[in-house]
Nanobody, 119 residues
Framework: QVQLVESGGGLVQPGGSLRLSCAASGSDFSSYTLGWYRQAPGKQRELVAKIFSTGSTYYVGSVKGRFALSRDNAKNTVYLQMNSLKPEDTAVYYC?????????????WGQGTQVTVSS
């Protein structure tokens, strides 16, 4: 069982920056693919970025070049550095941990943290 707790959300002006953190409890943190998703009002939850156990990263096109994802396996924490924020980045951001072991998937979510980009 893995528990995820996000922090770092808040209100920021357009062009500003925020860093989200997701702290995980449980074992084998380094074996999980960690992702950040977001859900804006009236919209479906969407993938923002993910980092694999190898350290490779993937970003959706709308955040590429503005957001940076990193993980610290020693601290069981994943970070999302968000720069040049836009109003359309406003959403609840969720942390996800996923892995598959012997055809069994393990999929965990945090409770979410609100990010509001507004002047």
């Amino acid at each position: 069982q893995v528990q995820l707790v996000e922090s770092g959300g808040g209100l920021v002006q357009p062009g500003g920056s925020l860093r989200l953190s997701c702290a995980a409890s449980g074992s084998d943190f380094s074996s999980y693919t960690l992702g950040w998703y977001r859900q804006a009002p009236g919209k479906q939850r969407e993938l923002v970025a993910k980092i694999f156990s190898t350290g490779s990263t993937y970003y959706v096109g709308s955040v590429k070049g503005r957001f940076a994802l990193s993980r610290d396996n020693a601290k069981n924490t994943v970070y999302l550095q968000m720069n040049s924020l836009k109003p359309e980045d406003t959403a609840v951001y969720y942390c996800n941990a996923y892995r598959m072991v012997l055809l069994t998937s393990y999929d965990y979510w945090g409770q979410g943290t609100q990010v509001t980009v507004s002047s």
